[in-house]
């Protein structure tokens, strides 16, 4: 795409998640786990490595000009086969996310009301070994009904109240290795973070099958790894082979074109889709990086309803409808606030009309991050869901890339908002936390990497898509002038940081560090 390599900082962005210096697998391990995990690594690492090259290939493939497309149907999937949605899973109106290794947000979830919480091991989760590890440890007792938190405000400790709610965890994405479990071999993260659960759960304690939230899948072919990596789990512990259940993500541009043929592959364990909106935006620029009628404009001035997200927002429903699996819809970026009133109205109005819409293209739910949202998002949605509902005359191929013509504002000031929360993102990473609630609204992983992604769009097109100033003056975006405005936007952090983020003014200068270098030498991968 062009962008300059002048000065290049060595890349640092993603660290390989290893255990501590000490660490002995056989004692440090729960007993016997290694020996589980040991089969499954050799037949499941190498094709982890296979599909890897499968989305680089395909992801060169679209810079040079061949995009995914729609594929039709192979013979398998144009008969009736039908998804059986159990009752358990009915009602998931309302799905409420967050980081797994939050205690007191994991136990203020569960005890919200919401239909589901998905617990996060991937996006709002560091991958660091320390905080995967609380994670793990706080899903373990969330599913068994025992994880507390000690509440300072009532002076008590809170558990987790009886409910219906159903449990989904979200291991980390296929794209990312686990290292220093056997040696300098390194083994798939998410077979780790799904083995190490299913090894320690006991059926008995659970009020529904062990769940999962499949995400960042880039091809239906993926699905087969996760249907062969349940099912031998399954085997392994002792469980009917459709034991484990799932919903997975919509989160990258090639997968939107697979999806029919993605639940037909997991048709034995998945009970719906999801689309990850802020993900797919991110794959949506990757897929089209080289492409200058791409340079999407500023992030918050992107309706929601525009049309290369509703376009995929009515045919999800469809897919899934038409197989008898669940559609639900994303999340909402804007958060309430009980402090600041105006911009509690405004977030929960925009929830409000966010969610509407979603209903509206037949979806039947749909994600949120804080308790305050929930009865609204709940309310946007039939009771339980729509699975019933099909649009008459749906297109089963409609246009899934329409160029983004009129569509928001392309400015200096968006360059400058999104170099300024990507180091702000970043130093809440190198401070423990994998989602940080800046200017009103949640930042995770997700949307740091589609602010990366856009600053490196506007490098590499620059002079060929005019983003202006405030005086209307087209700003052709260098890499000096990315570098003045890293340098700038880290002198106000600095000044400032004690009134808001955590950190200190070393990790916002490695955090600025590292998040110029990661554009600068194309590390836009979701890590």
């Not at 967050?98 to 947000?105: Q, R, T």
């Not at 789990?233 to 459709?242: D, H, K, L, V, Y």
């Amino acid at each position: 795409m062009g962008v300059s390599q002048v000065n290049v900082v060595p890349e640092v962005g993603f660290h390989l998640n290893r255990p501590p210096a000490g660490f002995v697998p056989e004692r440090d391990l729960p007993q016997g786990f290694l020996e589980f995990l040991a089969p499954l690594h050799r037949r499941f690492a190498p094709r982890q490595e296979e599909l890897i090259a499968v989305r680089k290939r395909v992801l060169e493939e679209s810079h040079e000009g061949n995009k995914p497309t729609h594929h039709h149907p192979l013979e398998a999937i144009r008969n009736g086969w039908r998804i059986e949605l159990p009752a358990w899973c009915q009602d998931q109106r309302n799905q409420m996310t967050g980081p797994a290794d939050d205690a007191e947000l994991v136990v203020k979830m569960l005890n919200s009301g919401a239909p589901g919480v998905m617990l996060d091991l991937e996006d709002s989760t560091v991958n660091d070994w320390d905080h995967q590890q609380l994670g793990v440890e706080n899903i373990l007792a969330a599913v068994r009904g025992t994880l507390t938190y000690f509440d300072k405000k009532r002076d008590k400790v809170v558990g987790i109240q009886p409910s219906t709610t159903v449990t989904w965890i979200r291991p980390r994405g296929l794209h990312i290795h686990q290292g220093g479990l056997f040696g300098e071999e390194l083994t798939s993260a998410s077979l780790f973070d799904v083995a190490r659960i299913a090894y320690l759960v006991d059926p008995s304690e659970l009020k529904h099958p062990l769940s999962i939230y499949i995400p960042k899948s880039e091809s239906a072919e993926e699905a087969l790894w996760w249907r062969d990596v349940f099912q031998a789990i399954a085997e392994a512990r002792g469980w009917p082979s459709n034991y484990i259940k799932c919903m997975a993500l919509v989160e990258s541009h090639p997968l939107a074109f697979q999806m029919e043929e993605f639940l037909y592959n997991l048709r034995d364990h998945i009970l719906g889709l999801n689309l990850g909106r802020w993900d797919y935006m991110a794959s949506l620029i990757h897929f089209n990086l080289a492409d200058p009628e791409w340079v999407l404009p500023d992030r918050n001035t992107i309706p929601y309803n525009v049309p290369f997200f509703q376009n995929l927002r009515e045919l999800l429903p469809e897919i899934c409808h038409k197989r008898g699996a669940l559609a639900i819809g994303g999340m909402t970026a804007l958060y309430p606030s009980r402090e600041d009133a105006e911009l509690n109205a405004r977030a929960l109005d925009v929830l409000a009309k966010d969610k509407k819409n979603e209903a509206d293209c037949l979806m039947d739910g749909a994600w949120t991050g804080h308790p305050d949202q929930n009865q609204i998002a709940l309310d946007q949605f039939p009771y339980p869901n729509q699975l019933h509902a099909r649009r008459p005359h749906a297109e089963r191929y409609p246009d899934l890339r329409p160029v983004p013509k009129d569509v928001g504002k392309r400015t200096l000031a968006g360059t400058r908002a999104a170099v300024r929360t990507v180091i702000r993102y970043r130093n809440g990473v190198l401070n423990g936390k994998g989602a940080s609630l800046l200017d009103g609204y949640m930042e995770d992983l997700a949307t740091d990497r589609i602010y990366r992604l856009m600053i490196a769009q506007r490098m590499g097109h620059n002079g060929h898509v005019p983003v202006v100033d405030e005086s209307g003056k087209v700003v052709v975006h260098t890499p000096e002038l990315i570098t003045q405005l890293f340098d700038e936007e880290l002198e106000k952090l600095v000044a400032n940081s004690a009134r808001a983020d955590l950190g200190t003014p070393e990790t916002f200068t490695e955090a600025r560090r590292i998040s110029e270098a990661m554009i600068r030498s194309g590390e836009i991968n979701p890590f």
